[in-house]
């Protein structure tokens, strides 16, 4: 063995025995916060004095248990993580079997003699663990293994049983941090999943994480704009379109995602003699650029991508900045042909980008479809290893 190799042994030592550690120890975590959720719960509905605490429980326990980092917040997520998970039972306690501490998994028994018994043993394990399953929900064995006790806190508060099953098999698939999966589920991944046809790229967006963003990150097909309150049989113009936006811009930046900071309405670009008018204009904080969306209320046709490459070769002669990147151009109509895009837009601006709109959510069944299919796909891999 030369120097070089024992500095290699030394590394991959390190590297897989410390990741194994901190795996171990991550574990005991979700099985701690588990079983503490379930002893409080299990007093809640069996305990001699509960009565006495009532609605001061958690902050009772939180001032007997402060010394140990057991405060009332902490005590509140460790209860909804039970409540939320209740079919973890059957892996907890294999777990704290297996580790050779079955006495923690013992409560004082309602008899006055002093005995105890295994309540997980007798109730979770034989009962919860075995609750019936839907096809599309995330095994208890991955939610255990796989996610970590600040995920499952983090997920425990999303209410949709669907969503929170939808960002449980992305975290586990993308391998996301909890600050990743907060930004996922702030620029809303779960409704752009249900309705993008084309998942696939999407999830693989989703991946990049906090990598450098290019132009065709940000702009999303198709954008959801559900918030409006419209509905599709509904007859309304460019500009009721344009003015429902802006009264619920807030919403309106959500769908869009971060990095967009709103600049200006129906902007009046003069060239030669004559004005134009861009729907709605934005600053990109992150791209450092303009976009200029251009709203339409029918399916796509050749001129528009012509009208807004000229709202975009303005704002990159007269508009940008030393420090600016060019322009982006978003064209918002109902539907395109891509064939049609493809040869309008050819030969004009990269940053050109045509997307559809929707009016309404897809159904939830669209979002079961997609996790049942994630999930076979995910066993056949493990299997097939």
């Known amino acids: 063995m030369d120097f070089e190799s024992l500095v290699g042994h030394i590394h991959q030592v390190q590297d897989v025995l410390q990741s194994q550690a901190a795996h171990a120890v991550n574990l005991s975590l979700t099985a701690r916060n588990w ?13 001699e004095d509960r009565a006495k605490y009532g609605e001061n429980l958690l902050k009772n326990l939180a001032k007997r248990l402060n010394r140990r980092g057991l405060g009332e917040r902490r005590l ?20 704290v079997a297996r580790n050779g501490q079955p006495e923690i998994l013992r409560l004082p028994s309602a008899k006055s003699d002093g005995s105890t018994f295994e309540v997980e043993k007798l109730r979770m ?12 929900q995330t095994t208890a064995e991955s939610l255990f293994s796989k996610l970590s006790a600040s995920h499952l806190v983090y997920l425990s508060n999303i209410e949709n049983d669907l969503k929170r099953a939808f960002y449980e098999q992305e975290s586990i698939r993308g391998c996301w941090t909890v600050k990743e999966l907060d930004r996922q589920v702030s620029s809303q991944y779960y409704e752009r999943m249900g309705m993008s046809k084309d998942k696939i790229s999407l999830q693989k967006l989703s991946t990049k994480g906090s990598q450098q963003l290019s132009p065709r990150d940000v702009i999303r097909n198709p954008v959801t704009l559900e918030f409006l309150g419209l509905q599709s049989q ?21 769908e869009m995602g971060r990095g967009f900071c709103f600049e200006a309405r129906q902007k009046r670009i003069l060239i030669d003699q004559d004005y134009f008018k861009a729907d709605l204009i934005f600053y990109h904080r992150i791209l450092k650029c303009h976009i200029i969306i251009d709203l339409k209320i029918d399916r796509f046709r050749h001129e528009y991508a012509s009208q807004l490459n000229l709202y975009l070769n303005y704002y990159k002669h007269e508009m940008m900045q030393e420090d600016d990147n060019p322009p982006i151009g978003l064209l918002l109509c109902t539907d395109y042909g891509e064939t049609t895009v493809q040869y309008a837009t050819e030969g004009l601006s990269q940053n050109l980008f045509v997307s559809k709109y929707r009016l309404q959510l897809p159904s939830e069944e669209e979002i079961r479809k997609y996790l049942i299919e994630s999930i076979s796909e995910e066993e056949f891999s493990a299997n097939s290893r």
Do not use: C, K
């Open 76 to 95: 509140y997520e460790y209860r909804l993580t039970y409540r939320i998970y209740p079919q973890l039972g059957g892996v907890v306690v294999e777990y």
């Open 234 to 254: 509904d007859v309304f113009t460019e500009t009721q379109l344009e003015t429902a936006i802006l009264n619920r811009m807030q919403h309106f930046l959500l």
């Open 35 to 47: 079983l503490v959720g379930y002893y409080i719960v299990e007093f809640e509905q069996h305990g």
């Open 125 to 136: 394990a034989t009962a919860v663990s075995v609750m019936p399953r839907e096809a599309w």
